[in-house]
């Protein structure tokens, strides 16, 4: 089955800083989801990215299809930012995520 | 519009127990998936539900089923609990069909095997 790598595992930034996570797919997805975990565990959408480039506020996504990556950029990070993020993809109604991301940001 | 709904948000059972899980799609929605997240094995993948049929699974013992109702509810049991199953059950709903296949998310729920 398609696997999900996320990198890296673990970061941690000062308040403002920017930084980029990314994730690897063994194979070719037609849907990849970018998602923040919230502390009470729900799943929040950032982005639903198969393809191409996508902005929302201080976030950014880039999925590189036929490389078969996404990159998730945050800038000018703050401590709200802070908690683990996921890449999932897949086919419909079955989504593959990776270990995800825990981020921590310093005031 | 209202999310995803998933009942209830916590509980605790008895090992050999059974429990069931209930999930409410995005109205419009056909498509429920259930996954179980747990520290050791991440984000896993139990089945995906159509239309009332089954239209994927995940490699999970006979002992999780779940079921969709015609009004696109989805309900999840799991049988002779184990400690094992302690986990975050999460439910997410997408329209099933078409180009367009993000997921939505329900806040999960926790259950302790004890």
């Known amino acids: 089955g398609i696997q999900v790598e996320q990198s890296p595992p673990d970061l941690i930034l000062q308040e403002g800083a920017n930084s980029t996570l990314r994730c690897n797919f063994s194979d070719s997805v037609n849907n990849l989801q970018w998602f923040h975990q919230n502390p009470w565990g729900q799943l929040i959408n950032l982005f639903y990215?198969?393809?191409g480039t996508k902005q929302n506020g201080r976030l950014s996504a880039t999925t590189v299809a036929t490389e078969r990556y996404s990159l998730l950029y945050i800038s000018s990070s703050q401590t709200t930012d802070s908690g683990v993020y996921f890449c999932a993809g897949g086919s419909q109604g079955n989504l593959i995520f990776g270990k995800g991301t825990k981020l921590s940001v310093k005031p | 519009k209202a999310g995803v709904t998933q009942t209830p948000r916590y509980l605790i059972k008895t090992r050999g127990q059974q429990v069931t899980l209930s999930c409410s799609p995005i109205s419009g929605h056909r498509s429920v998936s259930w996954y179980q997240q747990t520290p050791g094995q991440g984000l896993q993948f139990l089945f995906e539900?159509?239309?009332?049929?089954?239209?994927n699974k995940g490699n999970f013992p006979g002992r999780f089923s779940g079921r969709q109702f015609s009004n696109s509810r989805s309900e999840m049991n799991v049988s002779t609990l184990e400690l094992g199953d302690s986990a975050l059950y999460l439910c997410?709903?997408?329209?099933?069909?078409?180009?367009?296949?993000?997921?939505?998310f329900g806040q999960g729920t926790r259950l302790t095997v004890v």
């Open positions: 990215i198969p393809s």
């Open positions: 539900y159509f239309s009332e049929t089954q239209r």
């Open positions: 997410a709903s997408s329209p099933g069909t078409g180009m367009n296949t993000e997921a939505f």
